[in-house]
């Protein structure tokens, strides 16, 4: 349910619903032939119907915001993964998103780049609700307020991050928390 709607339900129009969730993908999906600025601001202009002036300084804002204000006019190919997963990141926040939704956000990055983008999670929480798919739980455990566990498509348990990582209820999932699953 979003907004107290089914959106798998086949009569819901999922576009409008999208328009009102940022997705940041694993793999970034920036496009290689657009500059940042333009990878930034080509939805909200087509989308949100924003001027071309007024999506660009929202997006040099947000980019400053993360530390990479001098890097508008450069392209994909001239960032690190960390640098293109927080331009991702910006990329979701330029449409003005009730819902955050990140899937694997750090899982290519190098130690230094997970933790500018777990610290940008974090930021983040206090305005936006945030989804992270991640196999990482000590990411989980700093990140997250509640915590739901998969195993092979079923969930097995779902509960404040706290009580999880400290009284699982269903073996399972303490034995994932451990390591000792397998």
Known sequence: LFNGV???????????????????????NLFPHMTILRNMTLAP????????????????????RVGLGDRGNAYPAQLS?????RVAIVRALMMEPEVMLFDEPTSALDPISTTRIEELAMELKSKYTIIIVTHNMQQALRISNKTAFFLLGELVECDDTEKIFSKPQDKRTEDYIT????
């Open 6 to 28: 089914d959106i798998t339900d086949k009569s819901c129009n999922i576009n409008l619903h999208r328009q009102k969730m940022g997705m940041v993908f694993q793999h970034f």
């Open 45 to 64: 202009v087509k989308l949100l119907h924003k001027s071309q002036e007024a999506a660009d300084a929202q997006a040099l804002k947000l980019l400053q």
């Open 81 to 85: 993964g960390g640098q293109k997963q």
């Open 179 to 182: 390591g000792r699953f397998g």
